[in-house]
T-cell receptor, first 112, second 113 residues
Framework: SQTIHQWPATLVQPVGSPLSLECTVE??????LYWYRQAAGRGLQLLFY??????ISSEVPQNLSASRPQDRQFILSSKKLLLSDSGFYLC???????????FGEGSRLTVL | SQQGEEDPQALSIQEGENATMNCSYK?????LQWYRQNSGRGLVHLIL?????REKHSGRLRVTLDTSKKSSSLLITASRAADTASYFC?????????????FGTGTLLAVQP
């Protein structure tokens, strides 16, 4: 069966520090991969998606970047965090024609 | 921008009652999906309804879709305290193989024991 792992679960970082969130998927190959952000009490905002190694599409201009160095690995990064980067970050994968998403448990980032 | 808007934003009911949540969307779709999120956790896929379907059932869940009104509803029958969660509808307005889902703002359901 397929599983998705996301880490770290929580992170408290000072403004201006770098960020790296990692996500890996097991039990499937060539999945579509996604990073979403959820602000407190809000819906999900799609940040990045990837349909293959090295193929990244950004949905919104921002302080963040994403990379896919391996087929089942998706990384969210920032060189210098802003206060507005605080939120709940969710990684997801999709591999079905109908497009159901399977989410990780999320990473809560607090920027102070 | 939000493709889907759920209504109500919050709903509080007693155990055993039914809970109905509504979703409106803006563009044409191939399918509409509902997800559940427990507090502080990832989302879990509940049910998918295709654009050529009008109603679908899964256990205590019943979903309807009205493409003419661009709306969907999720009914949870005989609710339980464990159903307490946020519920989101999601659509893919882009089509193709990217499966870029756009989520609504969610309905927070509280089921009182």
């Amino acid at each position: 069966s397929q599983t998705i792992h996301q880490w770290p679960a929580t992170l408290v970082q000072p403004v201006g520090s770098p960020l790296s969130l990692e996500c890996t998927v097991e039990g499937t190959s060539n999945p579509n991969l996604y990073w979403y952000r959820q602000a407190a009490g809000r819906g999900l905002q799609l940040l990045f998606y990837s349909v293959g190694i090295g193929q990244i599409s950004s949905e919104v201009p921002q302080n963040l970047s994403a990379s896919r160095p391996q087929d089942r690995q998706f990384i969210l990064s920032s060189k210098k965090l802003l206060l507005s980067d605080s939120g709940f970050y969710l990684c997801a994968w999709s591999g079905t024609p109908t497009g159901e998403l399977f989410f990780g448990e999320g990473s809560r980032l607090t920027v102070l | 921008s939000q493709q889907g808007e759920e209504d109500p934003q919050a709903l509080s009911i007693q155990e055993g009652e039914n809970a109905t949540m509504n979703c409106s969307y803006k563009t044409s779709i191939n399918n509409l999906q509902w997800y559940r999120q427990n507090s502080g956790r990832g989302l879990v896929h509940l049910i998918l309804i295709r654009s050529n379907e009008r109603e679908k059932h899964s256990g205590r869940l019943r979903v309807t879709l009205d493409t003419s009104k661009k709306s969907s509803s999720l009914l949870i029958t005989a609710s339980r305290a464990a159903d307490t969660a946020s519920y989101f509808c999601a659509t893919d307005p882009y089509g193709g193989a990217t499966n870029k889902l756009i989520f609504g703002t969610g309905t927070l359901l509280a089921v009182q024991p």
